[in-house]
């Protein structure tokens, strides 16, 4: 009976000391809150990005530690593609030439530092400029990339062999890169919405068409491998050269076999092959010449400017001359 009475006891003992442990854990939680509410403050959780941008370029991944505000632009289409999303760059390669940038993009640039040619820029004077930022091309640039990406982080696109598609694509990735992702998907928008409309224009496309580019020494047809090529492609029209190359070279006997029925020619000088070539009476032997549809266009809104911009130019032009009147 002792001992009952001695287990009851402890038993009884050992429960209201586990009541109190649970009170006890109760209160310090229940304070907590309390605590944190009074000013003591826990250390905020890093946000994902922490400012960061991440994008995927032609060579791998590149990582910007915060939105890029000093950037320099190694040819005429990057230019193109940040003034369509409102940047502006600090320094430009641009041959040393402003007129060569189409209307629409120089209408927009403010104040720039040329950098010089696309193809042999000044490192020392883009490396004055401070960049957070440089674009670039992975063929024109190819030997230069060493030396610059010790002066800023390079952003590094499939631009002069690119076809219209590769050139949205150069388009996203550039709007994300530069920290208006958002705004590129909505220009983008826009841009479709006139391709569109400029489809329903050109309903009859059963025409072979040639976008060329013309100086005193030669002809470099433009197939649909090429940027302005594949716009004429995605536009409804037949590429006539069936050739791999984006941009190959054509001689006059060439151009006869090829035999395009419309002329897209972006002369570089006043005086190119052509004059020469119109003296000659195999050019009459061309569809595109004997029913007078040799069309000069400019080569800075056709080639140069490969961006929102510059495509919207050739779609206008297209329209103007091979839309139904």
């Known amino acids: 009976m002792h001992q009952w009475i001695n287990r009851t006891l402890c038993f009884s003992l050992l429960l209201v000391f586990a009541i109190s442990l649970a009170a006890c854990g109760q209160t310090a939680n229940n304070q907590a809150p309390a605590n944190n509410a009074s000013g003591q403050q826990q250390p905020a959780a890093p946000s994902p990005s922490d400012g960061k941008i991440t994008v995927e370029d032609a060579v791998g991944t590149v990582t910007l530690a915060k939105k890029p505000e000093r950037i320099v632009t190694m040819d005429f289409s990057f230019t193109d593609m940040l003034v369509t999303l409102g940047v502006q760059p600090i320094g430009i390669a641009d041959d040393s030439s402003p007129d060569l940038f189409m209307d629409s993009v120089k209408s927009q640039l403010k104040a720039y530092t040329s950098v010089g040619s696309r193809y042999e820029p000044s490192i020392e004077l883009i490396s004055s400029l401070k960049p957070d930022l ?34 949205l694509k150069n388009y996203m990735i550039t709007a994300k890169a530069v920290g208006k992702e958002e705004e590129g998907k909505k220009r983008l928008q826009e841009h ?23 100086n005193p020494k ?12 594949s716009m004429l492609k995605m536009l409804g029209f037949t590429d006539p050269l069936k050739n791999d190359a984006a941009y190959p070279q054509l001689t006059l006997e060439q151009l006869v076999e090829t035999n395009p029925q419309a002329l897209f020619l972006m002369p570089t000088d006043k005086v190119t092959i052509v004059n020469q070539w119109e003296t000659n009476p195999l050019w009459n032997k061309i569809d595109a010449v004997a029913n007078k549809k040799v069309y000069t266009v400019e080569r800075r809104d056709w080639s140069l400017s490969r961006g929102m911009l510059g495509s919207e130019k050739i779609a206008d032009d297209i329209v103007k001359q091979l839309g139904e009147k």
């Open 218 to 229: 030669g002809f470099f047809g433009h197939s649909d491998h090429s940027y302005s090529g």
């Open 134 to 167: 440089i674009i670039v091309d992975i063929n024109k640039h190819k030997n230069a990339l060493p030396q610059l990406k010790a002066i800023a982080p390079i952003l590094v696109l499939d631009d002069f062999q690119a076809d219209y598609n590769q050139m």
């Open 192 to 214: 479709q919405t006139k391709m569109d409309a400029a489809k329903q224009k050109i309903k009859s496309a059963n025409l072979t068409v040639l976008p060329a580019v013309v």
